[in-house]
């Protein structure tokens, strides 16, 4: 699972990924890697083990109260949510398959705390299973890199123009990461998520 973009100011932020996976035996599938967490107004784009962004959706799903208590916690249910999904493939006989630098996670919500869109990136600490954090400042950011500038103006059809090389830049260079399949975008402002496919990706001519 690859492309996970963030476009975010105080009031208004763009979260892009992409729909393309391979399953536990080497196919490939499109999946929903952008998930809702509708009574907190705010998204999470999964990256790594299909497996893991489901059971942390449910772990996040959970929480009562607000965005800023979901970041306070995300600590604890972060690694637990990694431990049940190793346990799920223990009891269920199925083979671990990746690594651990693959899981991570960006979580854009609304901050009553902070009076504005706020957005943070997990990534999994290498054999461990601690997350770092990082919150996403002012302006453009990519989960993977592209290959040349990136636009002046960031509206839902240059984010989309940005997966597409992205994507291109995946395949040209001969890289094992999967992208592809559907471009989905959420928009996010204070008391509003919409979400649309953009573009095909696999539709390179950019």
Known sequence: ??????????DHALVG???ECKDANGQIEQ??????????????AGSGQMLFSGILWQGCHSIGGDF???????PQILPIAYRVMLDSYKNNAISFRGNHEQNSAIICGWSQRHVRLVA?????????????AVEVTPG?????PIVD???QHITVEAMAYVARKQVRFFRDSGSDIHAGGKFIVAKLTRDRIEIS???DLNDLVV
């Open 140 to 144: 453009l950011f990519f989960h993977q």
């Open 31 to 44: 999946v929903s890697k952008l998930l809702t967490l509708p009574h907190m107004n705010a998204v999470i």
């Open 1 to 10: 699972m690859t492309i996970n973009n963030v476009w975010i100011k105080s």
């Open 120 to 132: 943070y990136v997990y990534t999994q600490v290498a054999e461990e299973t601690g997350f770092t």
């Open 68 to 74: 800023d208590t979901l970041i306070e916690k995300m």
């Open 149 to 151: 500038h990136t636009p």
């Open 197 to 199: 496919p953009a573009c």
């Open 17 to 19: 990924v992409d729909t």
